[in-house]
DNA sequence: GGGGTAAGCTAATCTTATTAGCCAAGTGGC
DNA sequence: GCCACTTGGCTAATAAGATTAGCTTACCCC
């Protein structure tokens, strides 16, 4: 009976995955994943160490993917036609996978370096584009800052129904971008 | 051998207070509680329905603190002043209680009144500072939104150590707390 | 001072993660 | 073509935690 499912890390992660997409991160456990690929519950140690190390390695699937996202929005563009389309892919993102936030948002474990150096990858994409709207140093820091914490936390309240009122949030969205836009022209121009 | 505890839905929320404030959210669990309050898991359920019905009263504790302390923070002020204090109140009360993050971000629960009703009442706090800023109707809504959403997500950043930088932090928020008066100033001029 | 309720308790069940130890199927060298 | 090894699966067992059932005692009211 044994030996046939063929599972590798990758296919677990991709079960994985699919669990978090369909129920939530909390729906994410080895008995749901091993039901997924056809296995019992401790046949998934085989692949993957435990729980926490199959979170991490979903945690470090999603940062790639959506590093890819925003990469590609950006790819090509500069100023502020970049800023504007950055922003829009990381908040295309979370709107289409809504129940990826939790592992997007988690603070990179300071003792793993693979996750460490994800996290950089990422972050390095709106301070390519700051610097390449003409921002240097420590501006650009604090712009990058800005620019995430702007985009961040409006993808939040999104994603989380934050917004109840029935104005329309596209248009709040542009009021955003509008605000992070100024803020960085201002600042380039005080260099 | 019974009968002493002296519990109270008060005092087991307290104690869930306290193990999250000491050990995160994670850590919240029945058992727990029980060995802070000197009892047996299950007599936990003569007080509270059980570990989700806990967790939404510690939610409905943390919000009415939170939502107190803005609210003090706000009191007296108008204008750019109580913007710029409500945004550092909002940022002190995550610094004071980092652990207690997902307690306030998590989307009300639609099917509960309670906590919809407290969740508007946080939300009308910067709302209304903005009326006092002199906004009003949409652009009063789209400018709270942008509001919470930069103060939101700056205060996520810095809780969960998104800000790997060797920048100082507060000059961050300085230009933060610019960006968004000015967004509101600019808003304001065009009605 | 007796009945009722409130607030404990122990015992038992269920879910989930995890470990241990077994087994079969393929693989490489000869 | 055959043996030893590795790989990937399994079942059984353990442990943590939530939760339910049913018992018991302290206290309150009258």
Redesign the interface.
């Known amino acids: 009976m044994p030996a046939k499912a063929g599972l590798t890390p990758q296919r677990v992660v991709d079960a994985a995955l699919a669990i978090v997409d369909e129920s939530g991160a909390e729906a994410l456990t080895l008995t749901r994943v091993a039901e997924r690929t056809g296995v019992a519950p401790p046949s998934l140690y085989k692949h993957v160490a435990g729980l926490p190390e199959l979170r991490r390695l979903v945690r470090l699937r999603v940062l790639a993917e959506f590093d890819e996202a925003i990469r590609t929005a950006t790819l090509g563009r500069a100023g502020e036609a970049a800023l504007r389309s950055l922003a829009t892919a990381y908040r295309n993102y979370l709107r289409a996978h809504p129940h990826r936030y939790p592992f997007l ?3 990179p474990d ?1 003792d793993d370096p693979e996750e460490l150096a994800m996290a ?1 990858r990422v ?1 390095s994409v709106p301070f390519a584009v700051l610097r390449g709207h003409g921002l240097t140093g ?1 501006a650009a ?3 990058t ?2 620019l ?7 993808t ?2 999104e994603a ?6 029935p ?1 329309d949030i596209e ?2 969205f542009e ?2 971008l ?3 836009v ?2 960085v022209t ?2 380039r121009q005080q260099q």
């Open positions: 948002e988690v603070a300071p950089e972050v420590s820091v604090h712009a800052r800005c995430r914490a702007a985009i961040y936390g409006f939040r309240l989380t129904g934050g917004f109840g009122l104005e248009t709040t009021y955003l509008d605000m992070v100024h803020t201002g600042l």
